[in-house]
């Protein structure tokens, strides 16, 4: 009943996936005003939301609003493990059998829905993410809407390439056999999707509905301090089934607690099939040598790099990274962390910048950013959670004591809410031949490491030697020889990364494109799933066949 409504989108996504061209199917959203916001926050206080098959538990999340400090006092219906699997068994029969059109409508028309929410849903983010309301219509609105539909008319182009029925026919001999062959699609079992705190709409629409649209029911396990928002989408979606005559619990919430996670049970439970997981490195790559017999597709985190080699115009270029290390306060996957400047400075159109000269353009890049309250507002955000905010001070702590602190992690003045978790970068200076070490792996939050190095070859192979060992989802480098750039875009090819060259505009040097940009190559050891390619879609349904011998020409 919603195929036909969405099919030119449809048709629009799938042809965007195909050229890789700029393209979007959602309209921007308008922010919505403070008191807006606040309104839409204040209609779920002391709500419960039921959205999983029945059951008697329910669980107040501890969701703490990052800008007010104030409990969200939101309660969701809590079915045990065994609950949730019995409730999507019982339904996977009725999703299976129903067509490709019908279950790919309703992912379209929940999608339709959820940007007609849009503000509504940009209020929920930012209260529990942290993210800014600008930033909770783009990042968590129409590009997570967009990577949504990325996925879905991925699924239905994979789905629709193989014929229902065809009439085969071959000689054999002196007869000519011909055989009726139907094909059909099955689903491969209950799907999993974990979601993470900061971030979660941008990789679990994609999960959510790659799954939905090729038959699998869904449970959604959000973070358990970051649920509202996952269950407003998952709410959309069960109501769409029901319109559409199939079972609300295809998709199920699954509510935890920080002290009694599930994530674990339902994942090595033999009836799930499917896990996509975002979030640490430490479960995430649990899961990928322990769950036996399931397909798992992770995003996790790694250690982003910036090679500094030369510039055209060295402030644009500050600025641009100051604003990829303030945007969202640092808790992207695709925020830079480690930025290697030589040591015979970086190459200008005006000349060489010496390397202390170049840290100083860099610190009042970010100086000024944190100056300007709306504007840092806008970029920064609030932190998700309060023990980001200490590992910061841990480390800050730890650079002042061995003399590598460059830039104390400030916070904002923010202009509408006084008491926010408002944080600015954090910036230390490393030299790795003086014995100065950098932490394992991805430092979450606004954390950036200054490394000297004695070249642009010195640097690549640190940071390439770094992808090997943690992973890396964005690279980034500066370099205006286009020669120098495709050897330094080899290197980081060959270490299974993706690498973005020059970025110095009005575009965050962080924004991934859905139906062009391939998010995590699935090559180094930040996940093993790569939005949106076809191995996402890929193993989530299988096509299994019959046939039977008639009689014709």
């Known amino acids: 009943m919603f195929f036909e409504t969405h099919l030119e989108l449809l048709r629009a996504a799938a042809q965007a996936n195909r050229t890789r061209v700029a393209w979007t199917g959602y309209a921007p959203i308008t922010p919505p005003d403070l008191a807006q916001a606040d309104a839409v926050l204040a209609t779920f206080d002391g709500a419960t939301l039921a959205l999983s098959s029945p059951t008697g538990s329910v669980i107040t999340a501890d969701e703490i609003s990052p800008y007010t400090g104030k409990a969200l006092n939101v309660s969701y219906r809590a079915p045990s493990v065994d609950q949730a699997l019995a409730g999507a068994a019982a339904v996977a029969a009725t ?37 800014s309301l600008s930033m909770a219509c783009s990042g968590s609105g129409t590009n997570a809407l967009d990577r949504g539909l990325e996925a879905v008319a991925m699924a239905w182009s994979a789905m629709t390439r193989v014929p229902g029925q065809v009439s085969w026919r071959q000689r054999f001999g002196k007869s000519e056999v011909t055989l009726r062959k139907r094909f059909r699609i099955r689903p491969l ?22 799954n939905l649209a090729t038959g699998n029911p869904v449970l959604v396990k959000p973070h358990p301090r970051s649920v509202l928002a996952t269950a407003l989408a998952v709410g959309v979606i069960r109501e769409v089934l029901t319109e559409a005559q199939l079972p609300a619990d295809a998709v199920q919430l699954v509510v935890d607690t920080a002290e009694a996670p599930v994530a674990g049970q339902l994942a090595t439970s033999p009836q799930v099939r499917i896990v996509d997981f975002t979030g640490s490195p430490t479960f995430g790559s649990w899961l990928e040598r322990n769950v036996p017999n399931t397909l798992v597709f992770t995003e996790t985190a790694g250690v982003n790099t910036v090679v500094l080699d030369s510039v055209s115009d060295l402030s644009a270029a500050m600025r641009t990274l100051a604003g990829g290390l303030s945007l969202f306060s640092g808790q992207m996957c695709t925020t830079p962390q480690n930025i290697y400047i030589p040591d015979a400075g970086v190459r200008t159109d005006a000349g060489v910048v010496a ?61 509408d809410y006084p008491q926010a978790r408002a944080v600015t970068p954090l910036v230390v200076r490393v030299d790795p031949r003086q014995g100065d070490t950098l932490p394992d792996g991805e430092q979450f939050g606004p954390v950036a490491f200054l490394v000297d190095c004695a070249d642009t070859v010195s640097a690549v192979a640190h940071a390439t030697a770094s992808i090997r060992g943690h992973g890396a989802i964005s690279s980034y480098l500066y370099c205006t020889d286009d020669a120098v750039i495709d050897e330094v875009a080899d290197a980081y090819a060959d270490a299974g990364a993706s690498l973005s060259a020059n970025l110095v505009s009005s575009m965050p040097m962080q924004f991934a494109a859905a139906y062009s940009d391939y998010h995590v190559t699935g090559l180094n050891p930040a996940g093993n799933a790569t939005l949106t390619d076809e191995s996402f879609i890929a193993g989530r349904f299988r096509i299994v066949q019959d046939r039977r011998q008639v009689e014709g020409a």
């Not at 999703?95 to 849009?118: F, M, S, T």
């Not at 079992?189 to 790659?210: D, E, K, Q, R």
Request: proline share 6%; charged share 20%; hydrophobic share 45%.
């Open 95 to 131: 999703l299976r059998d129903a067509d490709i059109e019908r279950r790919v409508g309703v992912c379209l028309e929940a999608l339709h829905r959820i940007h007609q929410r849009g503000p509504e849903f940009a209020a929920v983010t930012a209260h529990t993410t942290g993210q």
């Open 189 to 210: 079992g209950t799907a999993l999707v974990v979601a993470c705190a900061s971030f979660p709409a941008w990789n679990a629409y994609p999960a959510i509905l790659a």
């Open 355 to 415: 390397r202390d000269d170049v840290v100083a353009a860099l610190l009042s890049a970010i100086d000024d950013l944190a100056g300007a309250p709306r504007r840092a507002a806008a970029v920064c955000g609030a932190l998700q959670s309060e023990a980001t905010l200490h590992s910061i001070t841990s480390l800050t702590d730890a650079a002042e004591a061995n003399g590598t602190l460059l830039r104390r992690p400030v916070p904002y003045v923010h202009p």
